[in-house]
C-alpha cells in the first residue's frame, strides 16, 4: 500500500504592488510582515517556488521530491508520462486591490520556443467580487494585430479590451493567447498550467515607490496574442446544490465546482490522475484510510492518484473546485 495519503502544503504568500487584504480577511490566512498579498500559491511546482508538505509523515517533502519517488502514484500513469517531474498545474488565491496590468501568456508552442517553458492556460473562479468590480477578457470587436498595435500606440487600448461586469461564483476561462486583467475589487481562485511567464501589455503608467514603470513587453505579446474576437468570454454553467457541475474541460485540466450541504463521498477509481480540491467556501473533512484531514475556506488539498475513494464530511456544507487532466 502507498505511503500516499490526502496532501496539504505551506502557503506562498506574494507581495504585488496591486495586492490587498482579503487573503487574510477573507481567507483568514496571515501573511505576515508582508504589506499587502496579491497572491497566495497554493500548490506549485514552479522550479523557483516548490509547494512544501505541511503535516503527515511527509511533512517537509517538497512536491518535486514526491514527483520523484512516488511518480504515477502521485499524478497517474499518463500525467507522469507527459509531464515527468513537473507538476502540471499551479493553484493560486488573488487578490486585487486595484487592476493588475492588461496582459497575455503564450501558448505550449511559443512558451517552449522561447522560454523552455510550458504555456500558460488558465481559469478564474470569482470567490468575493466588490460592487461593480469587473475584469477584462478577450477583444469586443474584430481584431486584427495591425488594429491592435494602432490601438496600443494612440493609447486607446482599453477602448478595443471586452469589460465584463464580475459577481462572486462567476467563472472565465482564458486559453493561452487570451488579453486579460483582473480588475479591482476581486478575490479570485485561480488553476493555471505550470508556468510563470507573463507578457505585460499595459500597465497604466504606474510606477512603484521608487517612481519606475514596470517593464512592458510588447513585442513580445505580439506573436502570443489570439487576436480572435469571441461572442462570450464568460463561462456559462448552471449552479447546482448537492452535485458536481463540469466548469471548464481542455487539455490542461478539468474542473467542476461541488457546492454540498451534506456530507459526501467520491470514487475517483476511474481517473488516471490526482485530483485537486480548492475550498472556496465552508468546510469539510476528507476522510481516508482511517485518518481526518480538515479542509476550510482559502485551503486546498491534493489527493494522490493511488487515492480511489475518499468520505467528505460536513456539517454546515462547503463549496469546493475540484480539478484533475483528464
Known amino acids: 500500500m502507498s505511503a500516499l495519503y490526502p496532501l496539504k502544503f505551506k502557503t506562498i504568500f506574494k507581495d504585488k504592488i496591486w495586492g490587498g487584504q482579503k487573503i487574510n480577511t477573507y481567507l483568514h490566512k496571515d501573511f505576515g510582515s508582508l504589506p499587502n498579498c496579491g497572491e497566495t500559491w497554493e500548490i506549485s511546482g514552479v522550479k523557483s517556488d516548490v509547494s ?77 467580487a466588490d460592487p461593480e468590480s469587473t475584469l477584462i477578457a478577450g477583444f469586443n470587436q474584430e481584431m486584427t494585430e495591425q488594429k491592435y498595435v494602432d490601438a496600443l500606440n494612440s493609447g486607446h487600448i482599453m477602448d478595443i479590451l471586452n469589460k465584463e461586469d464580475v459577481t462572486a461564483g462567476d467563472v472565465f476561462f482564458l486559453p493561452a493567447g487570451r488579453v486579460h486583467t483582473i480588475g479591482k475589487g476581486l478575490l479570485i481562485a485561480e488553476i493555471q498550467q505550470t508556468s510563470d511567464i507573463t507578457y505585460r501589455i499595459y500597465d497604466f503608467d504606474r510606477v512603484d515607490d521608487k517612481g519606475n514603470k514596470r517593464e512592458l513587453h510588447t513585442e513580445e505579446a505580439l506573436a502570443a496574442i489570439d487576436y480572435k474576437h469571441y461572442p462570450e468570454y464568460k463561462t456559462n454553467y448552471q449552479p447546482k446544490k448537492d452535485e458536481t457541475v463540469k466548469l471548464v474541460s481542455c487539455p490542461y485540466f478539468t474542473t467542476n465546482v461541488l457546492d454540498f450541504t451534506h456530507s459526501t463521498s467520491k470514487d475517483y477509481s476511474a481517473l488516471d490522475s490526482f485530483v485537486v480540491h480548492v475550498c472556496v467556501e465552508g468546510a469539510y473533512t476528507v476522510k481516508y484510510n482511517g485518518e481526518a484531514y480538515p479542509v476550510k475556506m482559502g485551503e486546498c488539498i491534493l489527493l494522490p492518484k493511488s487515492i480511489d475513494k475518499v468520505e467528505l464530511e460536513t456539517a454546515g456544507g462547503f463549496k469546493i473546485l475540484e480539478s484533475f487532466i483528464e
Open 52 to 128: 512544501v508538505v505541511e503535516g503527515g509523515a511527509l511533512n517537509g517533502e517538497s512536491l518535486a521530491d514526491l514527483l520523484e519517488q512516488y511518480k504515477d502514484e502521485l499524478v497517474g500513469k499518463k500525467v507522469y508520462d507527459h509531464f515527468g517531474n513537473i507538476f502540471p498545474l499551479l493553484i493560486k488565491f488573488i487578490d486585487a486591490n486595484d487592476d493588475l496590468s492588461v496582459q497575455v501568456h503564450p501558448n505550449d508552442e511559443l512558451a517552449k520556443k522561447r522560454h523552455n517553458s510550458f504555456g500558460k492556460t488558465e481559469m478564474w473562479y470569482v470567490i468575493e
